[in-house]
């Protein structure tokens, strides 16, 4: 596949994912199933979509890989907490919101 194609699967899934936790912030109790379904395939295809393209653009391993990797794992579990933290959910948007902003400024800007 070319890296194009990767690219638009990984902000897709990105896409979905964070919807997906929003939802779960917001959501009765009885979507829990579904929507963590869905955020698990999204963090999935996003992981092996933004793996792939890191093979096509054979950018070895940087620094600032790992930090999205952290951003990912995070934004990934959020979900989960969101329908077991009720109390906390004005403090998971900000999380939420963090790491994806951490996570896009890590792309555009290579620190490290």
Known sequence: MSPTVYHILHVLSLLALYGGTFYAFAAPAETRKAT????????????????GLLAKLQLGFPVWVIVKLVCWLGLSALGGIGYRRRGAIGALKGTAFGLAAIAVVMVYTKPF
Do not use: H, Q
Request: charged share 0%.
């Open 36 to 51: 963590l379904a869905l955020t698990g395939v999204a963090s999935l295809l996003m992981l092996i979509s933004g793996f």
